[in-house]
């Protein structure tokens, strides 16, 4: 049995710009009993399914902005947030949190929800996780719109990571505001307390703690051959539409990384470059790449 801790309610209450209801589930296969939270809003009838998968330490609070864009155009939206983040439940143990951990989780959770015709909506890890699942369920998905992430094909030496690294696991109370600030400073107060309403103490921070620690520093940690796997998919079987959009200010998985990922993503076309963008470009570009992301979809309604 997993020790888990569910952050209280009350925490997420008047929180800035996000009105949305929460839904749960805490029956999927191999993780029975722990209640993972989603959000599902538009059309729930829709053929068209938008999965918005967030990164760290943010959650689905990330894509707020997005979703009402998303839902306007008469389509489903699903964002949901990994286990040991947002409103979902957060195991205690730091080693319980590993690749396949998550992994598994999102695909189970796609079974359940029996998600088809699926745009993915990615940045950060729900790239870095997100990316790795079409090649499972390629029926089931048919678009992508990728932001600032990347697939973790073998070590990551980067300047940039190592900063972001040390700024997380430097202290166990890992502070949320600073590190969701620091990197997209157009986020106000009391949106970096939004984003660390998930966390009353440090005790439910293993999640954020553990990320980090996850990204491959060897060819054969874990993740890295499924990674491989992903990126053979995306570059010789991918046949669905794409869309990129770059956070242009972020040192981390910014320009260099996106464009590589461009070339690894077949038919992908020219990016929507996010000038005032940082890391979670989201919060600085969201509206307009969901607008953008849609026209190019053809999924604008007149």
């Known amino acids: ?130 990316l790795t699942l079409p090649m499972e369920m390629p029926d089931r998905f048919k678009r992508l719109l990728i932001m600032n992430t990347g697939l973790m094909t073998g070590p990551v030496n980067s300047p940039a990571f190592e900063e972001w690294k040390a700024d997380i696991v430097s202290n166990p109370d890992v502070p ?32 954020v703690r553990m990320f980090p620690k996850l990204i491959a520093t060897t060819m054969n940690a874990p993740g890295v051959a499924t990674s491989q796997r992903a990126a053979k998919f995306w570059s010789e079987e991918w046949e669905g539409e794409s869309f990129m959009a770059i956070g242009m200010r972020d040192k981390m998985l910014g320009p260099d990384v996106m464009n590589f990922m461009r070339t690894v993503i077949r038919g992908c076309p020219d990016p929507l470059e996010i000038a005032e963008g940082g890391h979670f470009v989201q919060e600085s570009g969201g509206p307009l790449i969901a607008e953008q992301a849609l026209a190019h979809f053809g999924l604008t309604r007149s």
């Open 1 to 130: 049995m997993i020790n888990t801790l569910r952050t209280p309610d009350d925490r997420f209450q008047n929180l800035p710009g996000f009105g949305f209801l929460p839904h749960y589930v805490d029956t999927l296969p191999g993780y029975e009993g722990l209640r993972g939270h989603y959000l599902d809003e538009g059309d729930p009838a829709s053929d068209e399914v938008f999965l918005c998968l967030h990164g760290e330490p943010s959650w689905s609070y990330v894509y707020r902005k997005m979703i009402p864009v998303f839902a306007g155009a008469g389509v489903r939206v699903i964002a949901p947030d990994w286990l040991g983040f947002g409103r979902s439940d957060k195991p205690v143990d730091d080693g319980v949190y590993s690749f396949d951990f998550h992994r598994e989780y999102m695909l189970a959770f796609l079974r359940h929800m029996d998600l088809r015709n699926i745009t993915l909506v990615c940045q950060d890890w729900g790239g870095v996780l997100g």
């Open 176 to 207: 949320v505001e600073f590190v969701m600030q620091k990197n997209e400073p157009v986020i106000t107060v009391a949106e970096a307390a939004a984003y660390a309403a998930p966390f009353p103490d440090q005790s439910y921070k293993a999640g």
